[in-house]
């Protein structure tokens, strides 16, 4: 049987805003926090204004230590489609950190997650730095869940920070076939570690580091990949990787071979909460060989080998609110390429792109 859902909406009435009024503030003056306010007088009245407004001005002590600052919203009736908004605060006191206590973390060592955290002892409780601590460690993927909440201690002024974290796993091991028209027959094993610790020799595993293998063989390619990343390098925000390959790309051409084999190494650093920069060098070997006899006079001018030394730099804007499941924000991106230095392969070249995010749809 087939049914048919039937929705009935009633819009109702349109209002529109006959004034706006903030109350209960003494730390703050109603100028300085009108300038967040999205929702104005004279303009339709819009629920989802309502609640930014909220967390604009929760944010606003939040981040200035008034952990415990809540707001009340009144909606009154002022004539017909008129609605008049108040906002009462209740501002709380200022509060710092006293200790930052982690549980659950039975795999990863605590200075994983410490290293993530954009607060410390001693500061004042940012609301704010916590919800990007937070955000950091749901982002490692490391955990299945992460609650992070203040609890008061018996030192006035001060509140403990509690990180309860529940792990999951983060090794991977992925095989596979597959058949395309540029490489043919291809079957491939991958063993991926995301956690992993290259100083712990029992199981290698709660250092925060990443390990890559990837192997991948076909009729018409080879392929070796070998990557470890270091995200911390000498105990500093500074991403260290080094990768090892090897790339056998007979579907290149059907005239030659083409064979690189090389190492790469590279750093990234962040640039505050949302960009970094990122720069790579790769030394490589380029083989071509396997001249066809039907191939030109081009192409066979190129046989040899030949060593490329590059250096690759980008700098990134990303805003997503999840790398993992994006509903919101943007990711820019812009980077330049040289090749040549020490090597016999000169090229230059560019590149920019970026993408923006929206609820339930991606665009660009």
Not at 313 to 330: A, C, K, L, P, Q
Request: with cysteine.
């Amino acid at each position: 049987k087939e049914y048919k859902a039937l929705y009935v909406i009633n819009e109702g009435a349109k209002y529109d805003v006959s004034g706006v009024k903030i109350s209960g503030n003494t730390i703050f003056t109603t100028e300085v926090l009108m300038q967040g306010i999205k929702t104005e007088p004279g303009f339709p009245y819009v629920g989802s204004f309502i609640k930014a407004d909220e967390k604009m001005v929760q944010d606003y002590y939040g981040s200035r230590g008034y952990a415990d600052a809540r707001v009340e919203t009144s909606i009154l009736e002022t004539g017909a489609g008129q609605v008049a908004v108040a906002y009462n605060i209740t501002e709380g006191t200022k509060s710092y950190i006293s200790k930052v206590n982690i549980s659950g973390n039975s795999v990863t060592k605590d200075e994983v997650i410490r290293r993530e955290l954009p607060f410390a002892p001693g500061e004042e409780l940012n609301t704010v730095k916590i919800e990007a601590g937070k955000s950091r460690l749901q982002n490692l993927n490391y955990f299945s869940s992460v609650d992070m909440r203040n609890t008061p201690t018996t030192a006035p002024g001060y509140k403990d920070v509690d990180i309860n974290v529940q792990e999951q796993s983060t090794g991977t091991v992925n095989f596979g076939a597959g058949f395309s028209s540029i490489d043919s027959i291809t079957g491939f094993i991958q063993v991926t570690q995301t956690n992993f610790d290259i100083r712990d020799w029992k199981d290698f595993r709660g250092g925060g580091q990443r390990f890559n293998a990837n192997i991948r063989a076909g009729a018409l390619r080879r392929d070796v990949t070998i990557s470890w990343t270091e995200p911390w390098f000498l105990g500093r925000e500074l991403a260290l990787t080094v990768e090892a390959f090897y790339h056998n790309l007979y579907y290149l051409s059907n005239f030659f071979n083409q064979t690189n084999v090389g190492v790469s190494s590279g750093l990234r650093k962040r640039l505050g909460e949302h960009s970094y920069i990122e720069s790579t060098y790769t030394l490589q070997q380029i083989k071509i060989d396997s001249i066809a006899s039907g191939a030109s006079a081009l192409i066979a001018q190129e046989a040899g080998s030949y060593i490329q030394s590059k250096i690759d730099t980008n700098f990134v804007h990303d805003t997503r609110d999840s790398v993992f499941i994006t509903r919101s924000g943007h990711k820019l991106e812009a980077g330049i390429l040289l090749s040549g230095l020490g090597g016999d392969v000169p090229v230059y070249g560019g590149n920019i792109g970026g993408q923006q995010f929206n609820i339930g749809r991606c665009a660009f």
